[in-house]
């Protein structure tokens, strides 16, 4: 008992003990009167003063209990907070809350339904009582209840209720309990049960409001983790159908360069197997169109001319599809050589001069004193060969074509120009395919197999190289190859 209550009694005591002695003196009794009016407010005083201080202890306990919750509710909170699932929130009830919050057992679980509840906390109860818990609310019209108003519940041994409810007590094992709905806006619901010994305060209304506030807190963890784990979900499911069409792809490709090799192999094959009967056609109309089998007449002539330019043709389409094939398949090596530039755009101007002189074109070419080039002079000159021929062919009479060379960085750049018919937008992408042509009216007399582009497009990148167009049309063609110096 306080000191100030304690020295009120003594007060009390002695005013009792002089009255008695007053009484046995015998003194007048309107100064007895006196003094017991006096005593009688002191002891009111006194009864007063005991009230307060046990109201003051009791009020004093009450709110060190909230604080407690409240710094408990604090501690949780916190915890809840990197939550990232609605099953974690439902996890993160422990001992030491539970002490905090005022009680000595409790229980927090997900309910999937309002039929039934799995709980993921459980303190200081058995595994036994708990599965016994959950069979008892399974199904019951208490637990719908609970899950559908808001407002906890107190549940109480020497209290009037459910026979359910001294069940639950009984298998929770205390007097006192506590119990409500976790219910989340979005997420799923829960449920909530918390019991006191009886060493604890009695329950009261305190009870059910501080475990409406934690109730409250664990409903906004749940919405918030159940928010983030939508998004999450998805990228999940986002990352797993990435992995997946990774993988499809990846199988995809692999199939297609099997395919690819196989054709490869195919073409191969196959080309080396008309090479042999195309030199036999060859020479035999080489033999014929010489006399040596007797005179021929003009028209004769003219038709055994036809068979060899449509084999050379042939064996020049042949010989573009074996070099794609060796190329794809690395069987070729580029040499690494330095190549005199004069003398090698010399070379290739004489091999096109005919065609240039047969359509009237100007060759104009500007090697802007590069000097050397570095890379293999027999497949590099094909590439060249590729893209005057291409020139010429597209381009009319009397026009001209520029082929110009500079230094560009630690490259060569090569331009080779034309003042042709040009090519759509729509086109350029599908030029380096491999057997594409262009689908215009005013090229249908040009023939071609749509093989040259392919192979300079293969023969430029095994030298590390690249190739780009330009074109409009109507404006002509501007190829561009860049090559390593070195």
């Known amino acids: 008992m306080p000191i100030m209550t304690a020295a009120i009694l003594v007060v009390g005591a002695a005013a009792g003990a002089v009255l008695v002695k007053l009484l046995q003196s015998g003194r007048q009794s309107q100064e007895l009167r006196r003094l017991q009016e006096a005593y009688n407010q002191l002891d009111q005083q006194a009864k007063l003063i005991i009230r307060t201080d046990f109201d003051l202890h009791r009020i004093q306990e009450e709110l060190d209990r909230r604080l407690a919750f409240l710094m408990a509710l604090q501690r949780l909170g916190r915890q809840l907070q990197v939550s990232l699932h609605p099953a974690e929130v439902y996890s993160k009830l422990d001992a030491e809350s539970v002490t905090n919050f005022g009680f000595t057992k409790g229980l927090l679980g997900l309910c999937g339904s309002s039929e039934s509840v799995a709980w993921h906390s459980v303190i200081g109860v058995t595994p036994e009582a708990a599965q016994q818990l959950t069979r008892c609310l399974t199904g019951s019209a208490f637990l719908k209840q609970l899950l559908t108003h808001p407002a906890p519940l107190l549940l109480k041994t020497d209290g009037v209720g459910e026979p359910l409810e001294r069940q639950l007590l009984d298998l929770l094992g205390v007097p006192v309990a506590v119990m409500a709905g976790v219910i989340p806006q979005a997420g799923p619901a829960g449920c909530l049960l918390l019991g006191r010994d009886l060493g604890g305060s009695v329950a009261a209304q305190a009870d059910e409001e501080l475990v409406a506030i934690l109730t409250n807190q664990l409903a906004s963890a749940v919405e918030n983790s159940a928010l983030y784990e ?10 797993r159908k990435v992995r997946q069409r990774t993988y499809e792809l990846a199988e995809a490709n692999a199939q297609l360069l099997q395919l690819n090799k196989a054709k490869s192999d195919f073409v191969s094959a196959v080309s080396h197997e008309l090479r042999t009967p195309l030199a036999a056609v060859k020479g035999y109309a080489s033999l014929l169109g010489s006399g040596q089998f007797g005179a021929l ?28 094939a060796r190329i794809e398949s690395g069987r070729v090596t580029m040499e690494r050589a330095p190549i005199a530039v004069e003398e090698f755009f010399a070379t290739v101007q004489d091999l096109v001069r005919p ?3 047969a359509k009237r074109l100007r060759y104009t070419p500007d090697l802007d004193g590069v000097t050397t080039l570095t890379g293999d002079p027999q497949h590099l000159q094909r590439v060249f060969l590729n893209l005057l021929s291409n020139a010429i062919k597209y381009t009319p009479k009397d026009g001209e074509i520029r082929v110009q060379l500079r230094k560009d960085g630690a490259c060569v750049l090569a331009t080779v120009s034309d003042t042709g018919c040009g ?3 729509e086109h350029v992408p599908k030029l380096f395919q491999e057997f594409f042509r262009v689908s215009d009216p005013a090229n249908q007399q040009v023939q071609g197999t749509g093989l040259g582009l392919a192979l300079v497009k293969r023969i430029v990148e095994a030298h590390h ?3 780009a167009v330009t074109s409009e049309p109507g404006n002509g063609s501007t190829f561009s190859v860049r090559l390593p110096l070195a």
Do not use: C, F, S, Y
């Not at 979900?233 to 990352?239: D, G, R, T, W």
């Open 423 to 425: 090519i759509a937008a």
């Open 230 to 239: 939508e998004p999450w979900l998805a990228k999940q499911e986002l990352e």
């Open 355 to 357: 065609q240039l002189e």
């Open 465 to 467: 190289g690249q190739i």
């Open 297 to 324: 007449e003009k028209p004769q002539k003219d038709r055994l001319a036809k068979i060899e330019k449509h084999v050379d043709a042939l064996t020049q389409l042949i010989n573009n599809l074996l070099d794609i």
